[in-house]
């Protein structure tokens, strides 16, 4: 079974996007994408807690929100890659730092 990674960040428009949309060819993984705000494309449901092996947030107030929001549930491990909020969806940058962030975590959970 491949694992599943639920990329987060507040409104799911920019940067769990471009995650998502750079992991979802790999075939590795399952991913998804939510925000952790109520005018999210998607906001963070039980049931993509549910879903979830691994949740990698942008930045760590989306880790305290989701802790927050679904304390009675039992968590996957949650990871903040550290991106800020300065990029525009599939920015070379942003995918640069995406996959710098991620692979690590990828290959320990991986392995």
């Given at each position: 079974m491949k694992p599943r990674l639920l990329f987060v960040c507040s409104r799911n428009q920019w940067r769990s996007p471009t995650a998502e949309e750079i992991y979802r060819p790999d075939a590795r993984l399952e991913?998804?994408?939510?925000?952790?705000?109520?005018?999210a494309r998607h906001t963070?449901?039980?049931?993509?807690?549910?879903?979830?092996?691994l949740i990698l947030v942008m930045v760590p107030?989306?880790?305290?929100?989701?802790?927050?929001?679904?304390?009675?549930?039992?968590?996957?491990?949650i990871e903040s890659l550290d991106i800020p909020d300065d990029y525009q969806p599939m920015d070379a940058e942003?995918?640069?730092?995406?996959?710098?962030?991620t692979e690590p975590l990828l290959i320990r959970l991986l392995s």
């Open positions: 991913v998804r994408s939510a925000g952790v705000s109520g005018s963070i449901s039980q049931a993509d807690i549910d879903w979830a092996d107030t989306h880790k305290r929100r989701i802790i927050e929001c679904f304390h009675d549930s039992e968590l996957p491990p942003l995918i640069d730092l995406i996959q710098a962030a």
